[in-house]
């Protein structure tokens, strides 16, 4: 069964950084790009930038470019995501997401979220 | 950056009536690119439409999507009681993605 599965739920101080994880299995992890997104609560999602799992070529939201970095590692299935600089309005659930063919397409299958909590 | 507005933000419906979300785009979204995803309480979203009319894989045939350029619609024919949630809908024709604010679909 074909499955993304995520990394647990975090709280950061701000200013610091966090680091989601995000496992793929049941499919071929090189062929698609993995996106990610996030939800604040109460709120709608919004789109931070992807990855391509093969070539590790990356493009980023303006909104978020030079605070976070989307790596994988394609041994153990794996992509991450790492946002940096935190603030409180960062509180919120952080969502893997794939793309099959191109990433600019359809979010074929989700994550289970990641709970992210900035407090002091 | 592509504008999605959803109305209305809420429709109070009961099983069985039949539910018209609206998703209108801020500039014409080419090749009809947007999709539409549900999403329950605790859950993520999950895809039910793409090619703003194609449905997704094992996706009930009581949802249809319907649009083109500017105004795109999302219709559930007969609301069953696992179809109240919030659907959202996404453009993917530009570049950032992006999702409008939601319509949430509640029992009256």
């Known amino acids: 069964q074909v499955q993304l599965v995520q990394s647990g739920a975090e709280v950061k101080k701000p200013g610091a950084s966090v680091r989601v994880s995000c496992e793929a299995s049941g499919h071929t992890f090189s062929a698609y790009y993995m996106h990610w997104l996030r939800q604040a609560p109460g709120q709608g999602l919004e789109w931070m930038g992807w990855i391509n799992v093969n070539s590790g070529g990356t493009n980023y939201s303006q909104k978020f470019q030079g605070r976070v970095t989307v790596t994988r590692d394609t041994s153990i299935s794996t992509a991450y995501m790492e946002l940096s600089s935190l603030r409180f309005d960062d509180t919120a659930i952080y969502y893997c997401a794939m793309t099959s063919v191109t990433p600019r397409s359809w979010f074929d299958l989700w994550g289970q979220g990641t709970l992210v909590t900035v407090s002091s | 950056e592509i504008v999605l507005t959803q109305s209305p933000a809420t429709l109070s419906l009961s099983p069985g009536e039949r539910a018209t979300l609206s998703c209108r785009a801020s500039q014409s979204i080419s090749s009809s690119q947007l999709s539409w995803y549900q999403q329950k309480p605790g859950q993520a979203p999950r895809l039910l439409i793409y090619?703003?009319?194609t449905r997704a894989t094992g996706i009930p045939d009581r949802f249809s999507g319907s649009g083109s350029g500017t105004d795109f619609t999302l219709t559930i024919s007969r609301l069953e009681p696992e179809d109240f949630a919030v659907y959202y809908c996404q453009q993917y024709g530009n570049l950032p993605l992006t999702f409008g604010g939601g319509t949430k679909v509640e029992i009256k």
């Open positions: 090619g703003a009319s």
